[in-house]
């Protein structure tokens, strides 16, 4: 195991002739943004896109597959990622943050970047993550 697969516990790689995108996600509960009594569960998410492929990526758009704890589904649909859509190069990664809400204290996402390079457009998985409580995490002895 790697530090990179310490500090991003989820990745998923997608190949699409010469391209070849890992996708990393490190899920973050934010409890001072959170409030069991409304409910309000608040998440932060780190998402690191490598371009390990010979030619230059650019990140176009995101579909995402949200649901909550229990089974309520909501998907995300939009142009690029933060207002961006980034061209990566080969070699180089873009590293964004953003954030989730749900109304209950565990979850999950994932979906895809719609991509485009050179050898055509294709979609880089997002790997499915979860989004868990701090309380709701087994503890190791």
């Known amino acids: 195991m790697t530090v990179i697969d310490l500090i991003f516990p989820y990745a998923a790689t997608t190949r699409h002739g010469a391209a070849a995108i890992t996708v990393r996600v490190a899920p973050r509960y934010l409890p001072d943004q959170s409030d069991d009594r409304i409910p309000r569960h608040i998440w932060s998410y780190h998402v690191r896109v490598e371009n390990h492929g010979l030619e230059i990526v650019q990140l176009r758009d995101r579909h995402w597959l949200i649901t909550d704890g229990e089974g309520r589904r909501e998907t995300v649909d939009g142009p690029g990622v933060i207002g ?4 990566i190069e080969p070699g180089g990664a873009f ?9 209950t204290p565990s979850g999950t996402m994932q979906g895809h970047y719609g991509m485009a390079a050179e050898s055509g457009g294709f979609e880089a998985a997002i790997p499915a993550f979860a989004l868990e409580h701090p309380s709701l995490r087994p503890t190791r002895n």
């Open 95 to 103: 590293d964004y943050v953003s954030g989730c809400p749900l109304r």
């Open 84 to 87: 961006q859509q980034p061209f």
